[in-house]
């Protein structure tokens, strides 16, 4: 077995690899930008190296440094976990070329898969159904149209290198597809450093169900069953189980079997996954093979009870497969969701920033929380904005379902929006209990599963009144503490007043709301006027953010962070956001340059559409922002005339930066 590992990625997998190599005994090498340099997974490591700057471009994606790191460090393997470099060929035979096991399968293999149009015509070499398409969109626009025609609209554009939904675009008719092919390509050459498409016919409403293969280098090949991975939004998965809902035994024998002639038709060696879609009729077209471990691994994982990143250890120091194939077999049913730091009311916008407070459920038995953040980390414009992925294994499909609904009631967030609630809305929706969902689900759903907050009850007014409360009493103590007449009434922070109960009035804003709790303080007792009437409240702190309350004569436990002037409240498994009111305060100054006009994000400025002096019309495209891996683009909200650009391409701007100045047009 190997002594030092690279691991060549950051984040969630960094760490998970971790796990493993230590298990094996074997030291870990971790590598960092800029903008990870106090990242989890760094102090994990037994030893850390810096790659370069914030951007992935400047950092993860040098071989060269990271050659350099791994020589420095003594590594005698390199595992480059998923994203990033660990489907890059070149990468792979740089490491070999270095000296270094690499824990993957052959350049040859990445590089055969890697190029989709390749692959599909191996695949079709091989006897692989394929989805009908045009190889290589690197020609005549004309000839592409013609082609488009041939395929019938609607037509997906695909980068011929890498995954992940990046470089990809759905086109309903011939007026859209310059535009697709640019954006495509602008966002495949800032994701895998190639801008190569592809077009292929649009399978409508597909299942996305993937088989994971493993293979070694003694031409010993198992799969280890299917996942369906049909939840996406942005063509990114969202939520992956196995087995498949509906995947019958005749189904599951055809995919399993494709998949093994895949992987022999390369010669494979390593952990891999081929992906297939799959229409109502059940007949199924090869999509892609990922030569790699996937963001999903763990579900098999929990399905049969093997560690995966062991299993790609052993094979990469040549070792046997540890199992065959009739000894892997289904245990019950696994279900993963991913908790991203977006705003999914905002078309899945990312929502970078400082995360003010992390809680999750305890891993256990069932139940495993991968994640490499934590309170007072930032979730950068940088990278992929995943925050952790929750797994849960049930003895069926109802039972997993269950186990999932509460891991995700017990997962607290502030500081960036989040997927939660989506999630939530998920796991709750009849269709999906029902397994009877594809990969249009959250589109078609979307009214019923991204929904608004509803508003903050009683109960959460209560808590949150008496959070406040129970924070000025424990600062007043404190600050008497360290007076010389700790009993002194003046260094109470109670509105304490001369022979009546002390008034105050807590207001709180939710939305556009504003809402009033009047508080008396009478004898060291607290009195909450709310609309329904008055309630005696009392509680403790428990620790930092925890509350243990009695409101009306209801023990209740909730969760209340503040941060300046908001206070998140968890409550009865649901969130709320309050904003202390300020009368003082001024109006957002996101809203006040015109919406769209400035920056909803950090990012960089991919493109500009416009000059100075243009007049445009509602909707037109003004520049493209790039952030965590995705293009953006800056529409007009009104018809108008741009007066000014402020940035350029190549720029990188903050959130709330106003991009250009732009005079509305009645």
Known sequence: MFKTVLIANRGEIACRIMATARKLGIRTIAVYSDADADARHVHLADAAYRVGAAPAAESYLRIEALLDAAERSGADVIHPGYGFLSEDSEFAQACLDGGFAFVGPSPEAIRLMGNKDEAKRLMVGAGVPVVPGCDDLNIDLKVI????????YPVMIKAVAGGGGRGMR?????????????????EAMAAFGGDRLLLEKVVSDPRHIEVQIFADQYNNVVHMFERDCSIQRRYQKVVEEAPGPTVSTELRQNLTETALIAARAINYVGAGTV????????????????????????????????????????????ELLPMTQDQISIDGHAIEARLYAENPARKFMPSPGVVTHLRFPKNKPGLCVDSALTAGDEVTPYYDPLIAK?????????????SLQRALNDVQVS???TNLNLLSQIVRHEQFIAGEHDTSFIERYGEQLITSPKPASELVLALA??????EREREAVAVASHTDDPYSPWAMNDSWRLNQPAKDMIQFVEGDCVVDVGVMVDEGQYTLDLSNGAILVNGRLRGEHDVDAVLGGMQIRGTVVRVEDELNVWLHDAAHRLRIHNALSVTDTHQAHGGDLISPMPGRITRVTVEEGDDVRRGASLMVLESMKMEHQITAPSPGRVERLNFSVGDWVDEGAVLLDFAAVE
């Not at 009144?465 to 129970?470: I, S």
């Open 465 to 470: 009144a008496l959070y406040l409360l129970l």
């Open 275 to 318: 992906e297939f879609v799959v229409d109502r009729q059940d007949n199924f077209y090869f999509l892609e093979m990922n030569t790699r471990i996937q963001v999903e691994h763990r579900v098999t994982e929990m399905l049969i009870r093997q560690d995966l990143v062991e299993w790609q250890f052993r094979i990469a120091a040549n």
């Open 170 to 186: 759905i086109v309903g008719n011939e007026l859209e597809l310059q535009d697709g092919l640019n954006s495509a390509r602008r």
């Open 390 to 402: 929750i797994i849960v294994w049930g003895i069926d499909r109802n039972a997993a379902l269950d």
């Open 415 to 417: 500081g960036v929006d």
């Open 145 to 152: 149209l013609a082609e488009a025609r041939q395929i019938g």
